[in-house]
């Protein structure tokens, strides 16, 4: 790679670290998305969201920890392969659907979505 390459592949790369960074601060859009997460500060909502998914895996089967944990890394690598970080909230989206999924009475979710890598940061 030429040194043009690799210093245009270096700013692409921190245009998409910023764009995962400002998914992870912008509250309309976590309101929009998981709305029992608003007016909470980034850090309380991964907070949140940590004890969610630790109630969730005290109280599952064990099929359905699978599920979930399958669903998870199915998102991750959705964002990887657009070279982006999963936003923290949407752990608590994917944990929400599908509890959703197998009849549980949960916070509502907005429906599926896939952020652009192309969005304003």
């Known amino acids: 790679m030429s040194l043009r390459g690799w210093w245009k592949d270096q700013r692409e790369r921190a245009r998409l670290t910023r764009q995962s960074l400002a998914w992870n601060s912008d509250q309309a859009l976590i309101a929009a998305q998981v709305p029992e997460l608003t007016g909470m500060s980034d850090v309380e909502g991964m907070a949140y969201t940590l ?8 109280t599952c089967r064990p099929e359905e ?3 979930f944990s ?5 998102s991750i690598e959705s964002f990887e392969f657009d070279g982006l970080t999963m936003p923290y909230w949407a752990t608590l989206w994917i944990l929400r659907t599908y509890q959703r999924s197998i009849g549980l009475n949960v916070p509502d ?6 952020l652009s890598r192309d969005a304003n940061a």
């Open 51 to 58: 004890q969610q998914v630790e109630l969730w895996k005290a």
């Open 65 to 67: 920890a699978i599920e």
């Open 70 to 74: 399958r669903r998870g890394k199915a």
């Open 109 to 114: 979710v907005a429906p599926a979505f896939k």
